[in-house]
């Protein structure tokens, strides 16, 4: 067999050979028409790892008759960036495939830059990483398109592992016996990464017997080489905050398993530190006032969590998730806040009431620093003491930031808050 591996040997050629991406590159789409009708322009290709940024430059560069270089940033020096602009003085222009574009350092990219300005270098950028944060914005400005890619579907890999059994490039000039089922459960199992797909179908060919002159797949080979294909989550990457991020999202909107899924995702990839405090900051955005014990507990679960470290971790933790899910939720008390803030930094402030100063020390009476009561003194029913007096700035006086929902135990505390605002408008009456 080839010694390239059958990931490597399965890119498509042309872009009619691409599978899944339809809507990027599908032969209805603007993109397939400008490469057939024979201009390329420069873009960025944004996704996970193995959903087929590379496939698809490769499968441009196979379509069009420029000169094609490949290079990955993370490796590629001045020099490899040289040869590039010299390559397309000689031809006149060059289709440049720049994998890991996030990585390229300014050096190289103000070498670059007016080169695919002036269209002698056709860039075509990839990254893992959302280029809206990762990637120059004079590389990006230059990149008339930036694609975003979607994980493949579960029907595009069984394509894509169908093919590779059956064309010569592939594993077709071997005897291989595998049930539609198998190739179903590889597809399933790597989770819509073609390249891991293709890498795990030849890994369970070259594990299973043979039986006159043919390979026979048996199920307990697939499963075995399937286990845990499907995690992929760098820690300090842009799908990394993407689950962080569909975590609180899910449970901020009550949804049990799919809080539950994201969770299982971002434990895999071990970064415990990430998730509790994502955790511990949902408590307060979310659930906040309408259920206060809620805090306590996701505090308690984390420090459990701290403490036994995983796999342990999970199971303190997956109480706090389901219980955080089906609570009752409110950001009224932080949006409050941030109201405040937003006066404070805007210069929407006012002078703090003389009676509010500090007057714990001589001289405080001179400035005059008087006119405290203290509320304990006023017994108020069972809520304790309360005295009618003025807390805010004189500027800011009858400034509302708290507006409190009915959301399970906030009723409670909405009802006081409009009992106390209420005395304060009879008192005022009453001057």
Known sequence: MNGEPLAYRMRPTTIDEVV??????????????????????????????GIGKTSIAFAIAGTTSLPFIALNATT???????AVVDEARLTGKVLLFLDEIHRFNKAQQDYLLPHVERGDIVLIGATT???????NPAIRSRCGQIKQLKRLTDSDIEELLTRA?????GLGSFAIEITDEQI????????????????????????????????????????SMIEKVGVYGDKKGSHFYNLLSSLQKSIRGSDVDAALYYLAHLLETGDLVAVNRRLLVIAYEDIGLAKTSVGNNVLAAVTASERLGLPEARIPLSVAVVE??????????????????????????????????????????VLGHVGYVYPHDYPIGTFGGWVNQDYLPDKLKGTKYYEPTEAGEEKKLKAI??????????????Q
């Open 165 to 169: 059994i059956k064309e010569e490039r």
């Open 129 to 135: 990483e959302n280029p809206y944060h990762d990637v």
């Open 324 to 365: 955080m899910c089906l609570s009752s939720k409110s950001n009224a008390a932080y949006k409050a806040l941030d109201a405040a803030i937003a006066d404070v930094r805007s210069g929407n402030v006012g002078d703090i009431p003389m009676h509010l100063r500090d007057g714990h020390y001589a001289g405080s009476k």
């Open 76 to 82: 590629a020096g001045k020099k490899d960036v040289e």
């Open 20 to 49: 899944g991406q339809q809507d990027i590159i599908g032969n209805q789409t603007s993109l397939y028409k400008m490469i057939k009708n024979g201009y390329v322009p420069s873009m960025l290709l944004y996704g996970e790892p």
């Open 184 to 223: 179903k459960k590889i597809a399933q199992g790597t989770n819509g990464d073609a390249r891991k797909s293709l890498t795990l179908l030849e890994s369970i060919v070259y594990s299973s017997d043979k039986k006159d002159g043919k390979f026979i797949i048996k199920d307990e080979m697939v499963e």
């Open 417 to 430: 808050y409009e009992r106390l605002a209420g005395f304060r408008t009879d008192s005022g009456k009453k």
